[in-house]
Structures are given as structure tokens and as C-alpha cells.
């Protein structure tokens, strides 16, 4: 039996682009909360628990847009152009943010001032940018054929601004949620009170985000059935355990909260489940279109003999960025004090 080429190279996109935000995810969070620190100090530790991991993170967005160039081009030829503008700002923000990460451990005081504000502005408006690529993207995009038929500023819309609202809150709950397990003393009870905050802003902006993406398009709501004047159960059944799935993961996170103890770590795994949820749910509304809501990954797919070059890379070279994944993570375990300085 052949292996269905197309279908695991558009695995290992999902999979990359899910890497990405889980991981790259909580240090945009950390960026967003910097201005809510009681000290300059404290915005040290909370940069020092993320010094030894954050640009390994980027490599999942790297793999990601590299990969569905080099996989699916007349899908990348189609979602550029549609979402070029929240594409090169996040970009942008995101090198802004690479700099002030440097700079700002070695800037004097009124150039550390300075670098401070741009790493939490640029973390801010990358997380910004991200959700309104994704409002586009769920919103669909525009199509001549497999070439992209719409205007540049289709995807700004109020739907992508509650999109990019809601993808703020959540990303300030992984980040809060990765101080709660990784810091201690004063620091590590500001994270828990920003963790609290953040879970009752996410969990708020999740449901009327997913009820306005029922909305969105019709494919969407008819594959949760929805059909405009209620559900139908039999449709929609079969795929309640996935936000049953986000809900519980919140009150993972709730419940550690409540209950310090030894479950430090507890509150990012839930913010992890609530993430995985999401994903999942999008997954299930898109199948098997690549491009929302025209173009399927097969319709999409460069030829085999290329994905075949692709993917053999992937598989020689994945093994190494996961095992450093973890290896790094494993390393730097445990609480960072005030005088860890990764740096």
C-alpha cells in the first residue's frame, strides 16, 4: 500500500503550526503581561524562564510557512496575497521582539526602558496579527479558480478583531500559567492572580467566539449542525467531546489554581487542553479544505515525487529539532529565581 503523501505532509503542517502555538504561544503571553509587573526585576526573571527556549519555539512557525510552500503552492500562492498586511506585521513584531529580547539585558537604564516597551508592545501585536490571520482564515477566502480572487483587506472585519481579542486572552493564560509553574515568591503569586484573570477572559471570548464562528460560514455551521434556527443533535453528538474536552481542560486549570500545593505545573496543562480543543475544532470545521472553503489539501498538493523530497527532509531532520526540543526543556527545568540570568 502506497503512503497518501498528500495527507501526511498536510500532518505535519497541522501538527508544526500546532507546535508553534502551544509553544511560542507563552512566551507572547509573558511578553503581554510584562507591563502588569509589579518590577523591573520581576520582568527579568519572567524573561529569564523563557531566555533558554524562546527562538527554538519560532523554528515550528519556520517549519510551518516552509512547509506549505514547499508542499501545497497553490495554497500558499492563495493565502499570501489574501493575508499579506497581518502576515508582515506579525513578522515584523516578531523581529522587533527577537532584538528587544537581546537588547534589553544589555541596555542601560533608559535603553532598557525603551526595550522593555518594545518587547511588550511587539509581543502584543504579533499575538494581534496572528488572530487576525486566523479570523481571515476561518472567515474564507475569496477564490478564481486556485488563485485568490478578493481584496486585500478582506479578512479585516469585526470577527477577526474578536478572533485577535480572544487569541490575546488565551496566549496571556499560557504565559501566566508558565510563570505560575516556573517562578516563585511574589512573582509566582502575580502569575496566579493573572492565570485567574486570563482563564475568565479566555473561557468568556471562547464562547462568543465560537458562537459567532457558527455565523461565519455555512459549511461551518452545518458541520456542527447548526442550521440557523437550532442544532441538530444527531450531527452535532458526535462532536461535543471536543469543546467538552476545552471545558475541562479550563477547570483543570481552575481547579490548580484553587489548590497550590505541588500542582504548579497543572495550570499549563489545562491551558495546553483548552489550545488542543480549539485546534481540534477547527480541524473538524475545515476537513479536508486547505484554503476555507474552496480548495482541499489534495487540490492544493505540489507533485508526489516533490512531497516525497520534502517529506524525506522532515523525516531526517524532525527527530533532531524534537529531541533538542526536549532535551532544552529538560535542561532548564524547574523554578527560576533571581539569579538564574540564562542570559
Known sequence: MSLDLPL??????AVAVLMYVLLDGFDLGIGILFPFAKAERDRDVMMDTVAPVWDGNETWLVLGGGGLFAAFPFAYAVLMPALYLPIV???LALIL???AF???HRARA???AFWTAAFAGSSLVATLAQGAVLGGFIQGVKLN????????FDWATPYSLLVAVGLVA???LLGAAWLVWRTEGELHGQARRWAWISAAATAALLAVVSLATLFVHPRIGGRWGFHGDGFDMAALAPLLPIPLVGLAGLLVAAWALRNPGRHHATPFIGAWIVFLSGYAGLAVSFFPDIVPYGLSFRDAANADNALALVLTGVALLLPFVLGYTVWVYWLFRGKVGRDAGYH
Open 8 to 13: 501526511v505532509a498536510a500532518g505535519v503542517i
Open 89 to 91: 506585521v506579525m513578522l
Open 97 to 99: 521582539r527577537g532584538c
Open 102 to 104: 537581546e537588547f534589553r
Open 110 to 112: 533608559r535603553g532598557k
Open 145 to 152: 479558480g486556485r488563485a485568490f480572487g478578493g481584496g486585500p
Open 170 to 172: 488565551g496566549y496571556a
